[in-house]
């Protein structure tokens, strides 16, 4: 039967099922349009980095001589709409069946649903064959539970793949070596040379230019540095492993103005448009261990391990268990707007100029960055998750909904009341001082609360704990947070507010 077949930017599975066999019946069609490109303001990284994918997936397609239709974004033949480009092409090529793959998203998903409904053709809907646990697979294994706990879902996904294991134990004798894995940098191992992928992409710039595609955030096309192939997601893999696998546990944690990356893989682009597989990361990794062929501990190896297995398929998995309503979630129900400054880096925050400079110059800041520095200042300054959500899904490479928001609204911001983290990631200073060289040559000083100059992650702390008194009293991992709150003499504790209100009052000058 005549069939059209949709991929979509994100789902570039070149071991799919679908492409074993080559059938003349089947067409494949990906599409540039003005929906995905305009439904949030993204990264221009991005934008090149799903077009050139999508290009260079065209062009396997094209190889292996199955029949393929590739609309780009200023072809005159393009409705900028996956809809209209479907209706006009089922009509035009008098397709009697369509078919699509699962989208990561529930917007997506929505909306392929609605299509359907409309064709007067047959339609079926495929895996993506990327996840290693299914849709569902998470809310089943928490039926009735009112919140869900990384380390249990964690644990059966590594039992029921065989991930470290030895027999119904886990290698090591523990499941979790997390403990270990929190040193400062204070740059004694060497950061190996930036693995650079020598991509040139501007003429996918130009186009992205000549469409007017507004988006966020700087690009050097003619270095193109994210992988857009198989190959490239295989030589950052490679590289990964060789060169930053031995410390990536040690400092994951920890953040330097002297580097972006330090030992984080830089994967998540790659994973998350699917040129490489979860689980062929997870399993490349763990043989590289049980081999001998790397100086990597257990604790580094583990610890990137559960970030793939247990992190990235659980927030998969609360997504679908809680979306559509997840995003309208705001506990502490913040109002404020996000400062301007997060468009722009331009602050006498050290901390927040560092992180948000380079995301806006690398699409890319890794996770410490994003939870204890831009997402714990947005949660003090009290800004409406919209305004986070927005930023976050904007800004990084990497921003697909259900990873961005389950990571935004539920683990940095805690807008779900505690259904991803057990306690809001908020500090002071004196975390971000522990964990980098920020504080070192900032305008602020860390060790002030109070007065000119006061680091104002110190008031906004206390403020954040005041203000949300009674939704946290109750939570016994900020129980001694809000004693140390409650045993403050009234006139210091009244003295950090009025400086709160000061910072929150200019929060654009700062
Ligand atoms: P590494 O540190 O090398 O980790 C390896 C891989 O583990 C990553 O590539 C990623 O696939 C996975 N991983 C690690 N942590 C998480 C996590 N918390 N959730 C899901 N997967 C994880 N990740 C995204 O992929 N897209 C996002 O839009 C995104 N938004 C985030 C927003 C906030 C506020 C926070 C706190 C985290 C967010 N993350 C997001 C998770 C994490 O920060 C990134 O996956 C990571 O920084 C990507 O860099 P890396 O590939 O070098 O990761
Ligand atoms: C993010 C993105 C962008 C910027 N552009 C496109 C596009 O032009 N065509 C396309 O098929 N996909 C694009 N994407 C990825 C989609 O937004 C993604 O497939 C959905 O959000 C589902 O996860
Ligand atoms: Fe950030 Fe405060 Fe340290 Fe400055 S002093 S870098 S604002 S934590």
Redesign the pocket.
Same mark, same amino acid.
Do not use: N
């Given at each position: 039967m005549k069939t059209l077949r949709l991929i +979509?930017?994100?789902?570039l599975n070149y071991n799919h099922s679908w492409l074993r066999t080559v059938d003349d019946n089947i067409t494949y069609v +990906?599409? $540039? &349009?003005r929906e $995905?490109?305009d439904y949030t303001k993204?990264h221009i990284q991005?934008?090149i980095g799903?077009f050139a994918a999508m290009y260079n997936f065209v062009q396997f397609l094209k190889k292996r001589k199955h029949n393929v239709i590739y609309i780009q974004i200023n072809d005159k033949l393009n409705f900028q709409s996956v809809s209209k480009n479907i209706h006009y092409l089922i009509n035009a090529g008098e397709f009697k069946k369509f078919e699509y793959l699962l989208?990561? $998203?529930y917007r &997506?998903d929505s909306y392929l649903k609605k299509l359907c409904a409309q064709l007067k053709i047959e339609t079926s809907v495929s895996d993506t064959e990327h996840f290693i646990s299914s849709r569902d697979e998470l809310s089943k294994v928490f039926e009735g539970k009112k919140s869900y706990l990384l380390e249990t879902f964690y644990r059966k996904l590594r039992v029921k793949e065989g991930v470290l294991m030895q027999g119904s134990k886990p290698y090591g004798g523990k499941w979790n070596f997390d403990a270990l894995n929190r040193q400062t940098y204070k740059g004694e191992e060497r950061i190996p040379p930036f693995l650079n992928l020598k991509n040139d992409y501007s003429s996918i710039e130009e186009e992205i230019r000549k469409a007017k595609i507004a988006t966020i955030g700087q690009v050097d096309a003619k270095n193109f540095q994210w992988p857009t192939t198989p190959i490239q997601a295989q030589q950052l893999m490679d590289y990964f492993i060789n060169k930053l696998l031995p410390n990536f546990g040690k400092y994951q944690d920890a953040m330097h103005t002297n580097n972006w990356h330090l030992f984080h893989s830089r994967l998540s682009f790659a994973l998350n448009i699917k040129l490489v597989s979860p689980l062929s990361v997870i399993k490349q990794v763990e043989n590289t261990f049980l081999t001998g062929k790397t100086k990597a501990d257990i604790a580094q190896v583990e610890g990137f391990i559960r970030q793939i297995l247990g992190w990235r398929e659980y927030m998969r998995g609360i997504y679908w268990a809680q979306m559509p309503g997840y995003s309208n979630l705001n506990y502490f129900g913040h109002q404020n707007k996000l400062p301007d400054w997060y468009w722009t880096g331009d602050t006498k925050l050290n901390c927040l100029k560092h992180a948000i400079k380079q995301s806006l110059e690398h699409a890319y800041a890794h996770h410490i960055q994003r939870l204890m520095i831009t997402g714990n200042f947005a949660l003090l300054a009290q800004v409406h998750p919209n305004e986070v959500d927005a930023w976050y899904l904007g800004i990084y490479i990497d921003a697909?909904e259900w990873v961005e928001i389950t990571n935004t609204r539920g683990m940095s911001q805690f807008a779900d009341g505690g259904m991803v983290g057990t306690k809001p990631y908020v500090s002071s200073s004196a975390y971000i001082d522990k964990m980098s060289n920020y504080c070192k040559t900032c305008y602020y000083d860390k060790t002030k609360k109070l007065g000119d100059r006061a680091c104002p992650f110190n008031s906004l702390y206390w403020n954040f704990y005041e203000t949300h008194n009674q939704l946290l009293n109750k939570n016994p991992r900020v129980g001694m947070m809000l004693n140390v709150l409650h045993k403050m003499e009234k006139q210091t504790r009244q003295a950090l507010l009025r400086q709160a209100e000061l910072y929150l009052a200019n929060i654009n000058d700062l």
């Open positions: +979509l930017g994100d789902q +990906l599409m $540039e &349009v $995905e490109t993204h991005k934008v799903i989208p990561d $998203e &997506v697909f």
